[in-house]
């Protein structure tokens, strides 16, 4: 789901970077804030950061003691996309697995949909894995899946999220 988010945020600007005009001021605290916001990639509570729609509220700048910056606090508007339990999306299939398939949905890469999730269908090895059921449908690499969010987990070391799914419901499956 896309999210509309108000952040706080505290954007530092070298001394060498100061000039006494409030544009380029004003400039430099875009780049700054956007150049970390590109880093930032995601939170447990927002989701992955996509991206930044209006600078809000630009604060006093503090200068630091020991290096001359300054710290400028900062709040921003921005679009969030974060998995919900419950919610139907689609994703593209990456890996073709014995067990299940690897999807990619937006900016969340470790979508996994278990075979035991997939009613119907049978796993076919070979040179090109794929998983069939009766009615001819193939589930196999590059192929567009319509699922239902079962689960989501936070990686906090990979600043991601995983995501379990689920074929199990009306009008869920490959899209033709």
């Not at 706080?8 to 001021?25: F, Q, S, T």
Request: with cysteine; net charge neutral; charged share 25%.
């Amino acid at each position: 789901m896309f999210l509309k988010a108000e952040l706080p945020w505290n954007v530092v600007i070298p001394a060498e970077n100061l000039d006494v005009k409030g544009l380029m001021l004003q400039k430099e605290i875009i780049i700054r804030l956007l150049d970390e916001f590109s880093t930032k990639k995601a939170t447990k509570d927002f989701g992955y950061f996509l991206a930044v729609t209006s600078l809000d509220k630009i604060g006093e700048g503090k200068v630091r003691q020991l290096t001359g910056d300054v710290l400028f606090p900062v709040v921003f508007s921005c679009i969030t996309f974060k998995l919900l339990r419950g919610e139907i999306l689609e994703g593209v299939v990456h890996k073709v697995l014995k067990h299940g398939v690897l999807l990619r949905c937006g900016p969340v890469e470790n979508v996994y949909l278990s075979s035991l999730k997939m009613p119907d269908y049978k796993h076919m090895p070979g040179e090109n894995p794929c998983f069939l059921n009766d009615k001819s449908s193939k589930i196999e690499k590059d192929v567009m899946i319509r699922f239902i969010v079962i689960g989501t987990k936070w990686l906090e070391a990979d600043r991601e999220f995983q995501a379990l799914v689920s074929l199990d419901g009306d009008y869920l499956g490959p899209v033709a």
